[in-house]
């Protein structure tokens, strides 16, 4: 079973690079998406027909977004974890992981290949990442929490 520092480690690695592909969407995958798209190729997003490269960038910066959150969401699996790793912990910190790698992963490669039928894949890492939020929700709600005595909540003067 990984332990504390496997969840911190990744969770840091993960959301470093969330932001650096956060930052490639703001400052470069424009140029990328203009040579995989034509000006005319359009999506209909909610009956609105769009850009495929709005469309696409979009979907990139979802996929950060959601690399981000859930890289945070393996920082506090790797924190509750310190005290010794409990199933429901592994269960999360796993979840999360192929959440980031199905769900993210999936709309990167959609958006930089247009490869379609990856988007096929991208639910089902919606489901690890609800997976992993309930599992992180019965590790919480099993939390032994000691109340703080008296004089441990001021410091003496």
């Not at 639910?123 to 992993?132: A, K, Q």
Request: with cysteine.
């Amino acid at each position: 079973m990984p332990n504390s520092r496997f969840w911190m480690v990744s969770g840091s690695i993960l959301a470093g690079l969330a932001v650096a592909l956060g930052a490639f969407a703001a400052h470069g995958l424009d140029a990328v998406l203009k040579s995989v798209y034509s000006e005319t190729d359009v999506r209909t997003i909610a009956g609105l027909s769009v850009p495929a490269t709005w469309k696409y960038l979009q979907d990139f910066k979802t996929a950060a977004e959601y690399q981000l959150t859930h890289s945070l969401a393996l920082l506090v699996v790797g924190l509750l974890a310190r005290d010794g790793s409990r199933r429901s912990l592994t269960i999360a910190g796993w979840s999360f992981l192929a959440g980031i790698t199905l769900f993210s992963g999936s709309l990167y490669a959609l958006a930089v290949t247009g490869v379609r039928i990856l988007g096929a894949i991208t639910p089902f890492g919606g489901v690890f990442f609800l997976i992993g939020w309930s599992s992180l929700a019965v590790a919480a709600m099993r939390l032994r929490c000691s109340p703080i005595a008296a004089s441990e909540e001021r410091p003496s003067k």
